[in-house]
């Protein structure tokens, strides 16, 4: 049972619009949340990440915002750049956890000039 | 500062063959990481290693799949016996420590690993 999920596979939009990759999680124990950006042949780069004790946290052009009641976040990206075309991941890991990491399926996101 | 180094960058080799895939992790990390992304998944958790505890090993999907830590440094992570359902990439990851929980993990690039 997938612990957490990204339900959209992919996501269209228009360069200089707004992006919005959201993921759900089912763990209550889970306390801090990481995005990371994917492009092919590479490894996942960290983008951004939240605490279980905060509900937004800004970086640029990105903001994740968390719901813990629920058990939801996001990530925005304004304005949306073509170079933002990449798979995104959404991880997830638990209190008192050795620190792996619990990773969705992604999401691809594609910025159109 | 150099990143998270893994070779080879890509592997084909016959089922029934031993692979070693390696990571060079951050230099002054300690804890170390193998996950494995198979297609169209996210990614899955092998194995951790902090400085010279046990490694977590609840992540290793069969008694095929083991991994070391020489030194606290370079990690080699082998198959034995590949299998088709192995074919994935495998990816590294370093943190500072591990041990405080909420730290970045950094990527490298991982290895694709192909079983015919």
């Known amino acids: 049972d997938q612990q957490v999920k990204q339900n959209s596979p992919s996501l269209s939009v228009q360069e200089g619009r707004i992006s919005i990759l959201n993921c759900d999680y089912t763990?209550?124990?889970?306390?801090?949340f990481l995005w990371y950006k994917k492009y092919p042949a590479e490894g996942p780069t960290f983008l951004i990440s939240?605490?279980?004790?905060?509900d937004k946290n800004e970086d640029g052009r990105f903001t994740v915002f968390l719901n813990k009641s629920a058990k939801h976040l996001s990530l925005h990206i304004v304005p949306s750049q073509p170079g933002d075309s990449a798979v995104y991941f959404c991880a997830a890991q638990s209190r008192g956890s050795q620190g792996n990491l619990i990773f969705g399926k992604g999401t691809k996101l594609s910025v159109k000039p | 500062g150099a990143g998270v180094s893994q070779s080879p960058s890509n592997k084909v080799t016959e089922k029934g063959k031993d692979v070693e895939l390696r990571c060079d992790p951050i230099?002054?990390?300690?804890?170390l990481y193998w996950y494995r992304q198979s297609l169209g998944q996210g990614l899955e958790f092998l194995i951790y290693f902090q400085g010279n505890s046990a490694p977590d090993k609840s992540g290793l999907p069969s008694d095929r799949f083991s991994a070391e830590r020489t030194g606290g440094s370079v990690s080699t992570l082998t198959i034995q016996r590949t299998q088709q359902e192995d074919s994935a990439v495998y990816l590294c990851?370093?943190?500072?420590?591990?041990?405080?929980?909420?730290?970045?993990?950094?990527f490298g690039p991982g290895t694709r690993l192909l079983v015919l």
């Open positions: 990851a370093s943190s500072i420590s591990g041990t405080s929980g909420q730290e970045t993990q950094y």
């Open positions: 230099s002054g990390h300690t804890a």
């Open positions: 763990n209550s124990m889970f306390d801090y």
């Open positions: 939240i605490s279980s004790i905060k």
